[in-house]
């Protein structure tokens, strides 16, 4: 009688395939070890490295660089203006935070001051640069870091997604590496699209706004929490992955569209009768949102809870007719720098007319849409171009002001005068 096929098992803890992730093989295939002993023997080993080798306890914040190496506010801030225009006093606060950043991951697990995270909120108008800001700050990063909306998240058990899942996007950036996760930035765009709907009560929950930031709260205090490695919405047969967010630097940004009629209302700059005090006639009134508070974020919607987790607040002051000018070809990506590479990349030697350049900025004030519109004008000026040119015999094309304009007008572009 043939001898039965034994079934494999861990030749350490004797579990068999069923009772265990899987089951590695040995050369020979006759002897197996199970996931949970290989990661058993790991931690002994690193346990013996630590004891034996350099006679210390490694350091969880650790993050294998010295203090001279950081770059400084300074230096970070000189970056980001090679890339953006304008917005000196956001980038300052960016650069500061995230220089802190970095000396809290390098502070001893054993120093008796506990530094707290220096999480941000961005406020500014559409356009004015707060996306770019985290994308350029995430070149120049030794950090993972990610971008995500937060106008898909939903409360656990409703349509959209977890808010976990911005951490699952957070391990992919770091390649899956728990330890460099918890020591990453995420940028939480549109933060002002899970504003409370309103105070007053319903039998509907508000589980896009206010839902979605009782969840945010854990994550921006700093919890371990389980995160599905490849997002979606969680099941108890799936395997999670713990995160601790203690170490994550958040960082939001939202356009807080209305926000400036609370500040207004606020600092009571509409005052009846002749007495006024010097403090009101010195109130720029073009620009409220330089004057943002935690109470105007309250008063828009937001809890106080999470405004307490965000201690770091700055605006974005909207970009005049000079920034816009200066945003069309002067950072390293200007619109215009990127348009003349792609002719480049044809044999065709791009231009811009100093007065055609001077149109699309007048048109992008009309359209109040600030940088990113810049962006749609220019490419409905040129898409003609890109279209016949490549295969036409041309080695030279410049845009004047009147083909712009001709431009702008077949894409129906035009403004009507009020």
């Keep these: 009688m043939p001898k039965a096929k034994e079934t494999p098992h861990c030749s350490y803890c004797g579990r068999n395939a069923s009772q265990v992730e899987a089951l590695i093989p040995s050369p020979d295939q006759k002897s197996y070890i199970c ?21 210390h306890k490694k350091q969880s ?57 220096s999480n941000i909120i961005l406020v500014g108008p559409t356009g004015t640069g707060k996306t770019l800001l985290a994308k350029t700050i995430a070149r120049l990063l030794d950090v993972p870091f990610t971008i995500v909306d937060a106008t898909v998240l939903t ?30 930035i995420v940028f939480i765009d549109e933060i002002d699209k899970i504003a409370r709907k309103g105070d007053n009560p319903s039998i ?8 979605v930031q009782q969840g945010l709260l854990k994550l921006l205090e700093g919890s371990i929490v ?50 006024t005090d010097s403090k009101r006639r010195r109130l720029d009134t073009k620009d409220f949102m330089r004057y943002v508070a935690p109470q105007d974020l309250k008063s828009f919607g937001l809890i106080p809870e999470i405004i307490g987790r965000l201690p770091i607040l700055t605006h974005l002051e909207p970009l005049d007719r000079n920034a816009l000018r200066r945003v069309l070809t002067e950072p390293k990506n200007a619109i215009t720098r990127q348009y003349k590479k792609l002719f480049e990349m044809d044999g065709i030697d791009l231009s811009f007319d100093e007065d055609a350049l001077d149109l699309i900025v007048d048109k992008a004030i009309e359209y109040k849409l600030g940088a990113r519109g810049l962006r749609s004008i220019v490419e409905s000026i040129m898409v003609d171009a890109m279209y016949e040119l490549p295969s ?21 572009f035009e403004v009507a005068d009020n």
Aim: glycine share 8%; net charge negative.
């Design 35 to 55: 996931t949970d002993c290989v990661n058993a023997i790991h931690d002994m080993i690193l346990n013996y490295h630590e004891e034996n080798g350099n006679g």
């Design 61 to 117: 914040g650790s993050i294998g660089m010295s203090l001279d190496r950081i770059p400084k506010p300074a230096a970070i801030k000189s970056f980001l203006d090679q890339y953006v225009i304008g917005q000196d006093e956001a980038k300052k606060y960016l650069s500061v935070a995230v220089y802190n950043h970095y000396k809290r991951l390098l502070q001893p697990d054993d120093d008796d001051v506990d530094i707290e995270k």
């Design 155 to 184: 409360q656990a058990g409703y349509v959209g997604e977890d808010i976990e899942s911005l951490l699952t996007r957070l391990l992919q950036a770091a390649d899956y590496d728990v330890d460099r996760a918890q020591r990453g």
């Design 204 to 211: 509907t929950r508000d589980v896009s706004g206010e839902g």
């Design 226 to 275: 389980n995160v599905p490695p490849q997002g979606g919405r969680k099941h108890p047969e799936q395997r999670m992955i713990p995160v601790d967010t203690k170490n994550i630097l958040f960082i939001c940004g939202g356009a807080f569209d209305g926000i400036e009629q609370k500040v207004a209302h606020r600092m009571n700059s509409h005052v009846v009768g002749y007495s």
């Design 392 to 412: 036409e015999s041309v080695k030279e094309f410049k845009v004047i002001r009147d083909y712009a304009l001709h431009k702008i007008e077949d894409a129906h």
